[in-house]
């Protein structure tokens, strides 16, 4: 590998493309693809999926983990229904997380008292604790993941991101 092939992403510009050497192979994506926000936000967020995968692995952590463990910790037990309701989770997924974070002690199961067909689950203090962990490695992928943005070109793309958001949840 040469030092130009560790060098950062070459551009996705057409132009960019043409005058670069054929044997630099750059990411060359047809103007039609990069004047489109839709493609450029499926290409960031394949990034940041890749990235939040990755770092979260190496402590054994999945991203339904942290959605569960910040759900909990913000508004307090709730039923898994609910759960996969407020975290945007299939019941599947989020039964699956759930048996994962009550294994290591994270969340408790617990009968709802009001209707003892459902449980209701808590966070534990290891499970907060974990969360801390978690947030502390979610602060490292965002910059990362956001290095050639400005503290404020940051807040402004989280800003724009979710107004979009909030406009088609709300549709």
Known sequence: MTPADSAAP???TPSSARSAAPSARPTVAPARLTEKPTWLISQVSTQAHRLLAEKLAVVGARGYHYRLLAALEEFGPASQASLGRRTSMDRSDVVAAINELASHGQVQRAPDP???RRNVITITPVGTAHLQ?????LTDIQDELLAPLSPGERDQ???LLSRVLQYHSTA
């Not at 962990?133 to 490695?137: A, K, W």
């Open 133 to 137: 962990r978690l947030d502390g490695l």
């Open 10 to 12: 070459a551009t996705l």
């Open 114 to 116: 009001a209707d003892h």
């Open 157 to 159: 793309l989280t800003r």
